[in-house]
């Protein structure tokens, strides 16, 4: 069953853009630097395996992780397509309750994800996930909305500190640079 039945995030073409989507050269600049023999990477919000697939490519065992049905079947596909399929687990999950055991993840990926919770409560507890599974020292690489990207005069959600809906109309995380690392430190990274 798809979660996200119905959801732009399942449609046919918006996977089969994800799915000819290249993976973020900074992340797997970034991901070079810090494999090291038998790591664990987790994908959260992986989509069709843009970045999963390369990193697993790498010599990463991935943990690739989405909420949407047809974007892990897209991800599954492009690792079995460059056989990496090995190196690849694909996980149907929401980024708040992940079922990844406690301190098991070398690297975690944000890519994406964080800025679609709904409110700060999803935000904080998608990030306290995260924190959850990565192991002492773990490496974060995050993309995310910055709170640039909308007008000065945006107004957060009333009782909101950073969810916006002036960039879709549905609610979205846009965080400064300064509350994503308060965030990111108070949920233990």
Do not use: Y
């Not at 994800?18 to 664990?40: C, M, Q, V, W, Y």
């Not at 079947?73 to 492009?78: H, Q, S, T, W």
């Not at 990844?100 to 990030?127: C, P």
């Not at 192991?135 to 959600?157: M, N, Q, Y």
């Amino acid at each position: 069953m798809d979660p996200l039945a119905g959801s732009p995030w399942s449609d046919p073409s918006t996977v089969a853009g994800f799915a000819k989507s290249l993976p973020n050269d900074t992340l797997i600049a970034f991901a070079k630097h810090e494999l090291r023999p038998g790591a664990r990477a987790l994908d959260v919000g992986c989509g069709a395996g843009r970045n999963a697939v390369p990193l697993a490519e790498m010599g990463w065992n991935v943990t690739a992780m989405d909420l949407s049905w047809p974007m892990i079947e897209a991800a599954v596909a492009r690792a079995q397509h460059v056989h990496v399929e090995a190196r690849v687990h694909a996980v149907l999950a929401p980024m708040d309750r992940m079922p990844i055991a406690d301190r098991s993840m070398d690297f975690l990926v944000a890519h994406g994800i964080w800025n679609l919770a709904r409110s700060s409560a999803e935000f904080r507890r998608g990030v306290a996930e995260a924190a959850r599974v990565a192991k002492p020292g773990a490496a974060l690489f995050v993309f995310t909305f910055s709170r640039h990207t909308l007008p000065p005069d945006a107004t957060p959600i009333d009782g909101e500190p950073f969810v916006f809906t002036q960039f879709s109309g549905n609610p979205q995380c846009f965080l400064t640079e300064a509350q994503l690392v308060d965030e990111l430190r108070a949920a233990g990274f």
